[in-house]
């Protein structure tokens, strides 16, 4: 390894599949470009992708997801362990995210036009 934390350079994409008969995932890539993680697909490591849109990586390493398929969420991957949902209601075809200071996410809720903002974790982090 090259010394660098984990986030550093760390760029992360969503496949919805669809369209390319491809399963829906993230993948997360190092500077190099080369593929370190694939979130979810394997139902042992959190939940299941349907339709990931928007996406972002906090400090931590920390992989957050907007999903919408039957449910419309917002799910967790950290750095190490099991994803979960963070946000499992009152969002409808949530596509942006964005990390604000504080441990707080904004979240654009499509079909409700609006911004949501959410303390995802506590401030101290």
Do not use: F
Request: hydrophobic share 35%; proline share 6%; charged share 15%.
């Amino acid at each position: 390894s090259s010394g660098r934390t984990w986030h550093s350079g760390m760029v992360a994409v969503s496949e919805r599949g669809n369209e390319t008969g491809r399963v829906p995932c993230v993948k997360v890539l190092e500077p190099g470009w080369n593929t370190v993680r694939v979130l979810g697909v394997c139902a042992g490591m959190g939940p299941v992708l349907t339709c990931p849109w928007g996406i972002c990586i906090d400090t931590d390493g920390n992989v957050l997801v907007a999903d919408w398929g039957e449910q419309h969420r917002i799910l967790l991957y950290p750095a190490q362990g099991v994803g979960w949902p963070i946000i499992n209601q009152g969002l409808s075809s949530p596509r942006g995210l964005s990390l604000l200071p504080d441990g707080q996410l904004a979240v654009s809720d499509s079909m409700h036009h609006c911004i949501k903002i959410y303390q995802y974790k506590s401030s101290q982090d």
